[in-house]
């Protein structure tokens, strides 16, 4: 019982400092999506916190309040079909596929696309499509799509995503060095190039470009 009260307690003190920030669809999705089943056991307390998260893989989620914040920046519609590139938990793929037509999210780690898969189904989530493959140039061949959303760092603007962009598009994805700070940043689709928008600054793994082999 205390768990469940924690739990309660730590998502309205996440609501709280959201306030005024999340649209309603958005609140709700949150709201109907556990978060402390799409992470590990021992830090399920951190659910509802701003903290990034190890996860399997040696790989780490982000703070509820980046991934809101992020998903917010990309203004998925309903009848949107949004590609993630960095799948990690399956959480943010969640909440958007409560917000979407279809997800397709991809990772390079055939453990974390697994894992992700039990989760959906364990939720009866549908919507979305999980791919174990190199991420690091999209999809190609999936798309185009509304919204692009990769949880990794560029070195510089992703050009290679902007024909798998519908028009007026937006992806949402970090830009600068991978030894350091970058800018978390809105690129929209104007005809055949982006209008660039920074709102945070990240410190993002760099976009890794292969398929890991093992794990």
């Given at each position: 019982m205390r768990k469940q009260t924690a739990g309660r307690?730590?998502?309205?003190?996440?609501?709280?400092?959201?306030?005024?920030?999340?649209?309603?669809?958005?609140?709700?999705?949150?709201?109907?999506?556990?978060?402390?089943?799409?992470?590990?056991?021992?830090?399920?307390?951190c659910a509802w916190s701003d903290r990034m998260v190890p996860i399997d893989c040696g790989e780490a989620v982000e703070g509820v309040d980046l991934q809101a914040a992020v998903i917010t920046a990309l203004g998925i519609e309903p009848a949107h079909r949004v590609l993630e590139v960095g799948t990690g938990t399956g959480y943010t793929a969640a909440l958007m596929a409560?917000?979407?037509?279809?997800?397709?999210?991809?990772?390079?780690?055939?453990?974390?696309?697994?894992?992700?898969?039990?989760?959906f189904e364990a939720l009866q989530l549908t919507g979305i499509t999980v791919r174990h493959a190199d991420g690091s140039s999209g999809l190609p061949s999936q798309g185009p799509f509304d919204r692009i959303v990769v949880w990794a760092a560029f070195e510089s603007l992703p050009r290679a995503f902007v024909d798998q962009l519908a028009t007026n598009g937006v992806m949402v994805a970090a830009i600068g060095p991978g030894d350091g700070e970058q800018d978390l940043t809105r690129l929209s689709k104007v005809g055949s190039r982006f209008e660039r928008e920074d709102f945070e600054r990240v410190r993002f793994q760099p976009i890794a470009r292969s398929v890991a082999a093992i794990i």
């Open positions: 307690e730590g998502l309205a003190a996440f609501f709280l400092r959201q306030r005024g920030r999340l649209s309603r669809e958005l609140a709700a999705a949150i709201e109907m999506t556990p978060r402390d089943q799409f992470l590990p056991a021992q830090w399920s307390d409560r917000l979407s037509a279809r997800v397709t999210t991809v990772d390079r780690f055939k453990t974390l696309c697994e894992n992700a898969k039990q989760r």
